[in-house]
Structure formats: structure tokens, C-alpha cells
């Protein structure tokens, strides 16, 4: 600045050789005019505060004699003058920050004493599929071997499609003492008065229904999603149809219950615990489960409508009433005691086809 007020150098050359500009320069000479060379030192600060080794040694005591305290709750009582992010920064150094929380109330583990003394049965929320949508998982557990007994995906989370899951798990390995769920309207009514399908059907079946209060007590099923969504779901989202999908999700399925190593069962696969239920369906019994009843009226266009799908009717029955049985996966449409067409149900993963009579 004093080469500069002397005429020893031009501004041009003080801006070069400073690398400013020369409003910099004119703002440096009218702080050396104010105050001298002390007016060119640079009087900014930050709120940056080095925390002291001594200080540093107490925040991970303190985080050591309590593993639920907080970043705040340790700088209010240590009484240090920093933001509570410094004290987190500290922990992470030292590598305090996921530490586990003692339970405020315990948790009571609980596992069926033997195979198909409970099931359990949910339905996944919705999954992406890139090149195919959104898709739902609806799954049935064994509690105590974690055996999975029947699941699909599904585009849709009707009641039409639990019962055919529920099935599937009937027909192959038999009935179970008891079933968990939550209270979903596919699983439980939510009216004064009726019940759902599944109740009715359960309670048919002498099969105890006890409903979850709270997600963590179908711990073991949501546990399965998210290793499903882990371990499946990410490893197939290149497919572009749902057949090539559920032919991968059948290979899983197979690896899992026969193959996959179970932390929980100490090691051991799923189907060396599960044993298949004494208790098969009687020919009632089936009736019951395989024939699903609904009236329904044909429209204009020679069709109805099936939970969300459209089944073709000889045009002569337009504007009458017909009744639906559903019975496996086969759809029978019947007026006055005739047949007047059968299809493949058009569930989200199969494509409907007429059959004949």
C-alpha cells in the first residue's frame, strides 16, 4: 500500500501481483487510510470451535456409560460451548454413533413349538419392477421352521387373490392350528356386523385366527420381505414379464426352504424343521375351498367384470344375472344351472383362456 501512495508501483501492478481485483485494491487503500496496517488484517471469524483432547475424552466416556445419550444430551452436560453436529462428528471419529438401545420395555420372543402349529400371512407392500410395474407379495409362513408354504406376486391385493394363496397352502401341505395376521380388510372386517371371507373360511376350518397388534409381532414375516427385497427383488429387476419373474421367483423358493443356511434355526435349512401336516382337508372341506361363489350381471359389451378383469358371455345373456364359481384356478360362469363359459382365471400372472365344457 505504501509503494502504491509513494508512486514506487501502479494498481495494476499491486492487482497482479496480489492476484485481486482492483475494487480489492481501493478497498485496501481506504482501510490503510482508516486505520493503518492494522485495517488490512481480515477480521472474520467462524463459529468453529477445536475441541480439546481433554474435552474429547469426556464426550466418549460419557458416550460409553450411556449408550442412549444423545449428541445433545452430552454437550448440555458436559456443558461444552459447540454445536451438537461437533459432538456427533466426535462419536462418528471414534466410531459411537450406532449403538444399540437398551429396550425401554422388553421384547418377548415367541416360536411355535412344532410345524403347523402357526402360520403366518401378509402381504408385502408395493414393489417396482422397472420393466414390469408395481407388484405385491402375498406370502404364507410356517412359524416355527420358517418354511414358506405358498406366495405369488400380484399386481392387485384383492381378497380373491389371499384365498388362492391360502389354497395353494391348504392343498399341499395341509391344515394348521392357527394362523397369524394383521388387521387388513383382506383378513379381518372392519363392521359392526359380518365377517370377512377369510374369517368365515378359517372359522370353517377350525383353524384359530390371531390377529398382530402391532407389525413386530410378525416380526418373522416382515423380516422375510425385506430379505426378500434384498436378496430377490434386486437381483431380478431386468425382467420384462411376469412369467420369466415367477419362473426365478420359484427357483428362490426352492433355494430357500431346501438350500438357504437359517441364522435363527442355527444353521439349519428350513425344510429340516418343517414336517407336513396330519391334518388334510376332508371332501367338505374342499368344497368349501375350492368353489368361491359370487353373483354377477353381464353388460352391454357381452362381459363381466372379475375383480378387476373381463370375462366373455354369449351375447343373449346381456343385462341378466349370473353366478360365478371359482373353483382352483378355473372360473365357471352358470345361468339358471347351465354352464355358459369356463376360463383360466385371469390372475396377475396368468393369462385367461377359455376351456372347454
Not at 508512486?7 to 492476484?19: F, N, P, R
Not at 418343517?274 to 388334510?280: E, F, N, Q, T
Amino acid at each position: 500500500m505504501q509503494g502504491i501512495l509513494t508512486g514506487e508501483t501502479t494498481k495494476q501492478e499491486a492487482a497482479s501481483t496480489l492476484g485481486v481485483t482492483l475494487r480489492s485494491i481501493n478497498r485496501y487503500l481506504r482501510r490503510f487510510g482508516e486505520a493503518g496496517p492494522e485495517g488490512l488484517y481480515d477480521g472474520r471469524h467462524s463459529n468453529y470451535r477445536k475441541i480439546e483432547v481433554e474435552a474429547e475424552g469426556q464426550i466418549v466416556q460419557a458416550k460409553l456409560e450411556g449408550p442412549h445419550r444423545s449428541s445433545r444430551f452430552i454437550r448440555d452436560l458436559l456443558q461444552i460451548p459447540v454445536h451438537e453436529d461437533t459432538i456427533r462428528r466426535m462419536l462418528i471419529k471414534h466410531h459411537l454413533e450406532r449403538t444399540s438401545l437398551p429396550p425401554v420395555k422388553p421384547i418377548q420372543r415367541f416360536e411355535a413349538a412344532e410345524s403347523n402349529d402357526l402360520w403366518q400371512i401378509d402381504i408385502q407392500g408395493k414393489v417396482h419392477f422397472p420393466l414390469i410395474g408395481d407388484l405385491l407379495l402375498i406370502l404364507v409362513k410356517d412359524d416355527h421352521s420358517r418354511f414358506l408354504l405358498a406366495e405369488r406376486w400380484f399386481f392387485h391385493q384383492y381378497k380373491i387373490n389371499v384365498l388362492m394363496v391360502l389354497h395353494e397352502a391348504f392343498m399341499q401341505w395341509g391344515l394348521p392350528r392357527a394362523i397369524l395376521s394383521d388387521k387388513g380388510s383382506q383378513f379381518k372386517a372392519h363392521h359392526l356386523h359380518g365377517e370377512a371371507e377369510y374369517q368365515y373360511l378359517l372359522k370353517r376350518l377350525e383353524i384359530e385366527l390371531i390377529y398382530g397388534r402391532k407389525p413386530r409381532t410378525k416380526g418373522k414375516i416382515e423380516n422375510q420381505f425385506r430379505f426378500v427385497q434384498r436378496d430377490f427383488v434386486l437381483e431380478n429387476l431386468h425382467h420384462s414379464e411376469m412369467e420369466a419373474l415367477n419362473v426365478a421367483w420359484g427357483k428362490w423358493m426352492e433355494w430357500y426352504n431346501w438350500q438357504h443356511r437359517h441364522k435363527g434355526l442355527n444353521g439349519e435349512c428350513p425344510a429340516d424343521r418343517y414336517v407336513r401336516s396330519l391334518r388334510r382337508p376332508t371332501e367338505e372341506d374342499l368344497e368349501l375351498l375350492l368353489i368361491h361363489e359370487e353373483p354377477r350381471k353381464v353388460m352391454r359389451t357381452g362381459c363381466i367384470s372379475y375383480y378387476g378383469q373381463f370375462y366373455r358371455v354369449p351375447d343373449r345373456y346381456i343385462g341378466r344375472r349370473v353366478w360365478t364359481l371359482l373353483k382352483g384356478d378355473t372360473l365357471t360362469i352358470e345361468c339358471g344351472r347351465e354352464v355358459i363359459g369356463r376360463y383360466k382365471v385371469k390372475t396377475d400372472y396368468l393369462k385367461a383362456f377359455p376351456q372347454d365344457n
